[in-house]
């Protein structure tokens, strides 16, 4: 009998050593059968796959000759979703037709020809652009005629039809050789050139600087009666008026409003710019009362603004504003004569502050170094609180702290001039 030395699990070990090729074998005979199998599977999956591609892009193929012989400009916005939705088709084929090709090429198969997809797509483009092209002329021709008159925005307006025109040209260029596209081209061009001529109208009418005065003398001067509403529009406008004949009237009345507007925002890009206005402050040395700091900008804001008005008030246009303008300067010399008068009510202070406190002037000078208290404590109080609201409208428009500071300047005023009495008899 056969006898050995190894363990049992060695022996098992072994034996399993012995036996592997045989099993592997068996193993790799089975996993190249599945494998097969798999493949033929892809591969069946694969061309049930190249055949229902091939179906779906005959069939978009066969929309692009529809499309192309589509008409009627009255389907235009319909007419452009149905080329746009057969680009879009095509331009996702041309996307899974690389796909297909490559993996044909994984299992060693021909790569297919779709070139025909993207020359589909190039016969298709004119045509998408002719109809995008009709369905926004109808869209605009909506809007222009029939939406809110007083809303229309003239250049805008403009520029939509020069673009639409030059558009045209180039899709005339593409579909010479169709004759309904440039049947539709041309009823498009002759709607065009129809609409074009209310132009000069809507610039006129359609101008934001116009009022109810300006509408007043338009009624008076042409018999044309606008009430502005939401409901008026340019085609109730053409249908109760013949409009033509007075455009030379409507021109001479908008440009007189928009000169009127610019002397309104003159007026109140002044408020805006007045009512920014701070005054800066800073502090007295000795003391650390509140002081106004150089008021250089804001005095040369309040001259230039002076000018200004000079010039608005010396205008044809400014009549409706006369009396604002009035107003206005009125307001602007207040101001500067109050910045002005306190600058002298500091300047002077400045200079009596360290003389009056001093024990010398109040032995001296009693009377004077008390009414210099009585001054210094409301001029203290005065300076804190406008510092405190430094906003210069704020502070023009305290009548009370205008009062206040023209009793200080007399006050001071006093003070300076008993003051070099006493030096001028010492």
Known sequence: ????????????????????????????????????????????????????????????????????????????????????????ELRVCESEADSINRHRRLFSMESLDYAFISDARVSLAPYLRLWKHCA?????????????????????????????????????DSLRDSPSAMQMLAEVGAQLD?????????????????????????????????????????????STYDLGPHLTKFERISQHATREHEVEQALERMTIELNAAVLPFTYHAQSACPLLAPLTQVLEMLEAQQIVLVGLRASPFVAHFAA??????????????????????????????PVCTSAELRAQLPQSASAFIE????????????????????????????????????????IDNELNAFIDRK
């Open 324 to 353: 604002r303008a009035a107003s206005w300067g009125a307001r602007l010399s207040k101001v500067d004569e109050m910045l002005r008068g306190w600058e002298r009510v500091q300047a002077r202070w400045v200079e009596l502050q």
């Open 1 to 88: 009998a056969l006898r050995h030395n190894l363990t049992d699990r060695e022996a098992h070990i072994r034996w399993d050593l012995v036996t592997l090729p045989a099993r592997l074998d068996g193993r790799i005979e089975r996993a190249k059968a599945t494998y097969k199998r798999l493949q033929n599977a892809l591969h069946a999956t694969l061309l049930e796959e190249n055949d229902t591609f091939d179906s779906r892009v005959g069939e978009a193929v066969r929309e692009v000759t529809k499309v192309t012989a589509l008409s009627g400009l009255a389907a235009a916005a319909t007419h452009a979703q149905t080329a746009a939705a057969v680009d879009e």
């Open 194 to 238: 129809a609409f074009a001529p209310n132009l000069p109208l809507l610039a006129a009418l359609c101008n934001p600087a116009i009022r109810a005065r300006h509408w007043q003398r338009i009624a008076e001067a042409t018999e044309v009666v606008v009430r502005p509403s939401p409901e008026l529009t340019l085609a109730s406008l053409l």
């Open 375 to 414: 001054v210094d404590k409301q001029w203290r109080a005065l300076m804190a609180a406008s510092q405190l609201y430094p906003k210069l409208v704020h502070i023009a428009a305290d009548e009370k702290a205008s009062s206040q500071l023209r009793a200080h300047e007399r006050a001071l005023e006093a």
């Open 136 to 172: 926004l002329w109808l869209a605009h021709s909506a809007d222009w005629y029939d939406g809110e008159f007083l809303r229309l925005r003239p250049a805008d307006i403009a520029a939509a039809v020069d673009a639409m025109r030059a558009d045209a040209a180039v899709i005339a």
